[in-house]
């Protein structure tokens, strides 16, 4: 079965600084992986998927997360962080262990605040 | 293009009520999934309908049903509600299943109140 590690529940940064969340995976099959962010009030936004191409997969707002297999992880980087990154993100796996059953499977999320 | 739109965004019931949400989903997708977000619980997969049939269901009592229409409009419904249901309800539009790296749109959900 699938499943997905957020390790730390919240992570507080300066306003600058790298943001660094981290997801372990624990996937049968070669997983597909998305992170996704939650604004206050409101729905999920999906920031990046890898899908197996590249293994350093870029997405908005300057967001990237790199594929290791090896080490089971797809952590959520950023190199400067703005006060508006201030939400909760979540890791998410798909894969086709059971097709028909695409399900997404989400980490329990990582409240990231900033600090001014 | 509209988004995945989602009615009620706020609902109140009270223990023993029955609910219905309401989703929208993007035009052109024909797969919409229900998921439930809890404090205690986090994110949980509800169930998928494509083709106004139900496709995948997760682990959920029977009290949680849903349906799908022509258009690919979704409702789910909870029948007998308890305390425990209290939740931020979403729904997610893709094009369609089958395909584990389709992207899943959200809504910005419905909040549903038990007291």
């Known amino acids: 079965a699938q499943s997905v590690t957020q390790l730390g529940s919240h992570v507080s940064v300066s306003e600058g600084a790298l943001v660094l969340l981290r997801c372990n995976y624990s996937?049968?099959?070669?997983?597909?992986l998305f992170w996704y962010v939650q604004y206050p009030n409101q729905g999920l936004q999906l920031l990046l998927k890898?899908?197996?191409?590249?293994?350093l997969v870029k997405g908005i707002n300057d967001f990237e997360a790199e594929f290791k297999k090896s080490e089971t992880s797809f952590h959520l980087t950023k190199p400067s962080a703005h006060m508006s990154d201030a939400a909760e993100y979540f890791c998410?796996?798909?894969?086709?262990?059971?097709?028909?059953?695409?399900?997404?499977?989400f980490g329990t999320g990582t409240r990231l605040t900033i600090i001014p | 293009k509209a988004g995945v739109t989602q009615t009620p965004r706020y609902l109140i019931k009270t223990r023993g009520q029955q609910v219905t949400l309401s989703c929208s989903p993007i035009?052109?997708?024909?797969?919409v999934s229900w998921y439930q977000q809890t404090p205690g619980q986090g994110l949980q997969f509800l169930f998928e309908?494509?083709?106004?049939?139900?496709?995948n269901k997760g682990n959920f009592p029977g009290r949680f049903s849903g349906r799908q229409f022509s258009n690919s409009r979704s409702e789910m419904n909870v029948s007998t509600l308890e305390l425990g249901d209290s939740a931020l309800y979403l729904c997610a539009s893709r094009t369609e299943p089958g395909q584990a790296y389709n992207e899943q749109f959200f809504g910005p959900g419905t909040r549903l109140t038990v007291l």
């Open positions: 890898y899908t197996s191409a590249a293994t």
């Open positions: 998410a796996v798909s894969d086709l262990a059971n097709f028909g059953n695409e399900k997404l499977t």
């Open positions: 309908y494509f083709s106004e049939t139900q496709r």
């Open positions: 035009s052109g997708h024909r797969s």
């Open positions: 996937s049968s099959v070669p997983p597909y």
